[in-house]
T-cell receptor
Framework: SQQGEEDPQALSIQEGENATMNCSYK?????LQWYRQNSGRGLVHLIL?????REKHSGRLRVTLDTSKKSSSLLITASRAADTASYFC?????????????FGKGTKLSVKP | ETGVTQSPTHLIKTRGQQVTLRCSSQ?????VSWYQQALGQGPQFIFQ???????GRGNFPPRFSGLQFPNYSSELNVNALELDDSALYLC???????????FGPGTRLTVL
């Protein structure tokens, strides 16, 4: 079953614009992670935010977490064509086994030069 | 590059056959998790191995089985292949007391 649901399913923007993707989940979590996937290849870990954190930055990435709304957002600033990929949120449910990351269906981001 | 490798890259099998996929974890990582990703979907957790023991399993039938070896590399075996088993199979390794999982490039399995 999918815990996370990303929104929108697809996003098309011009290079230089900001891209915002949202993720909602259903149960209590220990942490939430964002991954990027290029063309059906392996997933690249972007950032992890713990349940007691509200915001985290890494380079051009900004992640927020609202546990009261069970939602997170990923902001990519000053997007580049190389950011074109699918982005997934994954939750590590509290009480669950450490390895059981639950992924959403992803947001497909297209950045046009 | 995460340091996690998988083999083979692509594989074509016919219904009813058996398949073994392999994964080498990143140096220092003792935990390997396997995921199945159907086209257009997010990865689905199959199972996890920690120190050669299964340490959690998702909603997959028993014909999906695995092994972890003393060097922490791992195998995923699927018996009696079905058409719906066609997917990208991803393994991920993680270190002691870490929530971050590092994924390999995946094995794309096609069942005809």
């Amino acid at each position: 079953s999918q815990q996370g649901e990303e929104d929108p399913q697809a996003l098309s923007i011009q290079e230089g614009e900001n891209a915002t993707m949202n993720c909602s989940y259903k149960t209590s979590i220990n942490n939430l992670q964002w991954y990027r996937q290029n063309s059906g290849r392996g997933l690249v870990h972007l950032i992890l935010i713990r349940s007691n954190e509200r915001e985290k930055h890494s380079g051009r990435l900004r992640v927020t977490l609202d546990t009261s709304k069970k939602s997170s957002s990923l902001l990519i600033t000053a997007s580049r064509a190389a950011d074109t990929a699918s982005y997934f949120c994954a939750t590590d449910a509290s009480g669950g086994s450490q390895g059981n990351l639950i992924f959403g269906k992803g947001t497909k981001l297209s950045v046009k030069p | 590059e995460t340091g996690v490798t998988q083999s083979p890259t692509h594989l074509i099998k016919t219904r009813g056959q058996q398949v073994t996929l392999r994964c080498s974890s990143q140096s220092g990582h003792n935990t390997v998790s396997w995921y199945q990703q159907a086209l257009g979907q997010g990865p689905q957790f199959i199972f996890q191995y920690y120190r050669e023991e299964e340490n959690g399993r998702g909603n997959f039938p028993p014909r999906f089985s695995g092994l972890q070896f003393p060097n922490y590399s791992s195998e995923l075996n699927v018996n009696a292949l079905e058409l719906d088993d066609s997917a990208l199979y991803l393994c991920a390794s993680s270190g002691p007391a870490s929530n971050e999982q590092f994924f390999g490039p995946g094995t794309r399995l096609t069942v005809l």
